[in-house]
Nanobody
Framework: QVQLVESGGGLVQAGGSLRLSCAAS????????MGWYRQVSGKQRDLVAR???????NYADSVKGRFTISRDNAKNTVYLQMNSLKPEDTAVYYC??????????????WGQGTQVTVSS
């Protein structure tokens, strides 16, 4: 069993910054990719940023140059530094992780989500 716990969401004014954290715990043998997705009510969940175990990253075009994803492999934690926030960044942000458990099974799990609200 693998669990993800997110933190760091909140309310911020446009132009401000927030840092999201997502810690993975449980029967983890290897964490592969970790990523952040966001969802606005009534719309699909979209990729924001993703980082694989080797450190390669990819970002949604809408956040390039403003958001930075990073990970601490020793802590099984991924971060999303969000700068120059815009009202259109308002959404519930979800963490996702894939990997292999200590029982050699594949996992693909989501966090519970954290609300980010950017006021204009």
């Amino acid at each position: 069993q693998v669990q993800l716990v997110e933190s760091g969401g909140g309310l911020v004014q446009a132009g401000g910054s927030l840092r999201l954290s997502c810690a993975a715990s449980g029967s983890i043998f290897r964490l592969s990719a970790m990523g952040w997705y966001r969802q606005v009510s009534g719309k699909q969940r979209d990729l924001v940023a993703r980082i694989v175990s080797g450190g390669s990253t990819n970002y949604a075009d809408s956040v390039k140059g403003r958001f930075t994803i990073s990970r601490d492999n020793a802590k099984n934690t991924v971060y999303l530094q969000m700068n120059s926030l815009k009202p259109e960044d308002t959404a519930v942000y979800y963490c996702k992780a894939t990997g292999v458990t200590t029982m050699s099974s594949f996992f693909d799990v989501w966090g519970q989500g954290t609300q980010v609200t950017v006021s204009s």
